[in-house]
Nanobody, 114 residues
Framework: QVQLVESGGGSVQPGGSLRLTCAASISIFSINAMAWYRQAPGKEREWVATATSGGMKRYADFVKGRFTISRDNARRTVYLQMNNLKPEDTAVYYC????????WGQGTQVTVSS
């Protein structure tokens, strides 16, 4: 089964950018949906964005126009480019694969603060 490792988090000021990376242990070519979720302190995990094997991309309303999800099947990697970050984007970000529901990697911390 696929294993996922997230990286690329860090601390940035409001308005800054980060690119998160999700590295998969096996090919993601046949995995229908790869997604990003996040969990802020004291809150439930929430969906952020999805990229399907057919090329469709969907975003939560609160990140539309600021975040971009992409997948590189050849590199077994999924990215989340985050621009114009806001303090409310502070959370641990997780990658997920539709082929393994309920499985989460260790996540990567994103902190947006002045």
């Amino acid at each position: 089964q696929v294993q996922l490792v997230e990286s690329g988090g860090g601390s940035v000021q409001p308005g800054g950018s980060l690119r998160l990376t999700c590295a998969a242990s096996i090919s993601i070519f046949s995995i229908n949906a790869m997604a990003w979720y996040r969990q802020a302190p004291g809150k439930e995990r929430e969906w952020v964005a999805t990229a399907t094997s057919g090329g469709m991309k969907r975003y939560a309303d609160f990140v539309k126009g600021r975040f971009t999800i992409s997948r590189d099947n050849a590199r077994r990697t999924v990215y989340l480019q985050m621009n114009n970050l806001k303090p409310e984007d502070t959370a641990v970000y997780y990658c997920s694969a539709s082929s393994r529901p309920g499985y989460w990697g260790q996540g990567t911390q994103v902190t947006v603060s002045s």
